[in-house]
């Protein structure tokens, strides 16, 4: 496991998708990374990186889950 050089409280975000709340915090690597975090109630991309720098999410309260559009009937599925 890479060593992480330091650490930096980055607030709170909001997934876009469903609204659940998250604690921020940024890490620094000696090298760079390239991926992306996703929320873990909806699925919505949260952040994605190519840097030295990278986010983490820790989940502070689950938002609602978007829910499936009605099917109208005569619709093809």
Same mark, same amino acid.
């Given at each position: 496991?890479?060593?992480?050089? @330091?650490?930096?409280?980055? @607030?709170?975000?909001? #997934?876009?998708? #469903?609204?659940? %709340?998250?604690?921020?915090?940024? *890490?620094? %690597?000696?090298? +760079? $990374?390239? $991926?992306?975090?996703? #929320?873990?109630? #909806? @699925? *919505? /991309? ?12 820790? %989940?502070?309260?689950? @938002? ?6 009605? +099917?109208? /009937?005569?619709?093809?599925?």
């Amino acid at each position: 496991m890479v060593k992480v050089w @330091g650490s930096s409280n980055k @607030g709170t975000t909001a #997934c876009e998708e #469903c609204g659940s %709340l998250y604690s921020v915090v940024e *890490h620094r %690597l000696p090298v +760079r $990374d390239k $991926d992306s975090a996703n #929320c873990i109630v #909806c @699925g *919505h /991309e949260l952040a994605s990186w190519n840097s030295t720098t990278f986010p983490v999410f820790t %989940l502070i309260e689950k @938002g609602k889950k978007p829910q499936a559009p009605d +099917r109208q /009937e005569g619709q093809d599925a």
